[in-house]
């Protein structure tokens, strides 16, 4: 199975201030995914990262406002750009094919002041 | 769209109790259907994963039935105890095999 590392682990930002975050994969794979928890909701897909290309973002969610990295085959970055308190949430990654198991990330849990 | 439901929303029940959470997803087209455990706070744990030519998975006191062509998978715990409070999340990927959609999931509290 798959192991997954996010950083930072929490924080709390100012409202206009980016924040971003890193998801490691200790294997090589071909797509990773970044999903966000709003409180008291369950998982929504922001949008999935392949190596060497732009990530493809779902509906509602833009690339200014959530820019993604994908420089190799195991490594992730999500920018949650000009923040609000709307986007306090849990940040998840995952990675691998979506057809198989799929192991996430201890997640990021943002606060937005 | 493919739209994922789970019901009860929450369960509390006695410790030692058997029961089962279900999950329904409009779209019968789908590539697999994954159970996860989620603790409060914390990240997502995979429990069991049902591909869609099979009918259930079983690991320890959970097992997974999974009925594609009514688009109805159940979660089976056996002799439910005090650590198995979470909240539990049922996921189908499509036939695109692009993404997991979830279910806004069940939130247990077993009893002691």
């Known amino acids: 199975s798959a192991v997954i590392s996010q950083k930072p682990s929490r924080d709390i930002c100012q409202r206009g201030t980016s924040l971003t975050i890193q998801c490691q994969v200790d294997?090589?794979?071909?797509?990773m995914f970044w999903y966000r928890q709003q409180p008291g909701q369950s998982l929504t897909l922001i949008a999935t990262?392949?190596?060497?290309?732009?990530?493809?973002?779902e509906s509602g969610f833009v690339i200014d406002k959530f820019p993604i990295s994908r420089p190799n085959l195991t490594f992730s970055t999500l920018t949650v750009s000009n923040m609000s308190p709307e986007d306090s949430s849990i940040y998840l990654c995952?990675?691998?094919?979506?057809?198989?198991?799929?192991?996430f990330g201890p997640g990021t849990r943002l606060t937005v002041l | 769209k493919q739209e994922v439901t789970q019901i009860p929303a929450a369960l509390s029940v006695p410790e030692g109790e058997n029961l089962v959470l279900n999950c329904s997803f409009t779209?019968?087209?789908?590539?697999?259907l994954q159970w996860f455990r989620q603790d409060p706070g914390k990240g997502l744990t995979s429990l069991l994963l049902?591909?869609?030519?099979?009918r259930e998975q079983t690991s320890g006191r959970l097992n997974a039935s999974l009925d594609k062509s009514s688009g109805r998978s159940t979660l089976y715990i056996a002799a439910s105890q005090p650590g198995d409070s979470a909240t539990y999340l049922c996921?189908?990927?499509?036939?695109?095999?692009?993404?997991?959609?979830f279910g806004a999931g069940t939130i247990l509290r077993v009893k002691s």
């Open positions: 990262a392949n190596q060497g290309s732009e990530a493809t973002y």
């Open positions: 779209d019968s087209a789908i590539y697999n």
């Open positions: 049902i591909q869609s030519s099979q």
């Open positions: 995952t990675g691998g094919e979506p057809t198989d198991t799929q192991y």
């Open positions: 996921a189908v990927t499509g036939r695109d095999g692009n993404k997991l959609v």
């Open positions: 294997s090589q794979v071909t797509m």
